[in-house]
Nanobody
Framework: QVQLVESGGGLVQAGGSLRLSCIAS????????MGWFRQAPGKERDFLAA????????YYADSVKGRFTISRDNAKNTVSLQMNSLKLEDTADYYC??????????????????WGQGTQVTVSS
């Protein structure tokens, strides 16, 4: 089992920045990639970004490309999501996820095996 704990959410004005962190514990050696998703009320969980923990290769959704940056610190079992130029529509619950498969960077929630409890991000005008 792998446990994931997100932190860093909060209230920010439009145009501002936030940095989310996700700390993994447990059988972290079984994880090959990690991703960030978000879910707004009444909407589906959307893919944002993913990172290969060994190579550092990343992949982003078009909606956040150029504004969000995913990074990892393997020594600290931490994956972060730097979010800049935040917009009102970025308001959502943000989740990190871990994938045990070696098949690349997943973009669908079903491709991930473990999930954190989420952290709320609210962008105000």
């Amino acid at each position: 089992q792998v446990q994931l704990v997100e932190s860093g959410g909060g209230l920010v004005q439009a145009g501002g920045s936030l940095r989310l962190s996700c700390i993994a514990s447990g059988r972290t050696y079984s994880v090959y990639s990690m991703g960030w998703f978000r879910q707004a009320p009444g909407k589906e969980r959307d893919f944002l970004a993913a990172i290969d923990l060994k190579s550092g290769r990343t992949y982003y959704a078009d909606s956040v490309k150029g504004r969000f940056t995913i990074s990892r610190d393997n020594a600290k079992n931490t994956v972060s999501l730097q979010m800049n130029s935040l917009k009102l529509e970025d308001t959502a619950d943000y989740y990190c996820a871990a994938d045990r498969s070696r098949g690349g960077l997943g973009i669908a929630p079903l491709e991930y095996d473990y999930w954190g409890q989420g952290t709320q991000v609210t962008v105000s005008s």
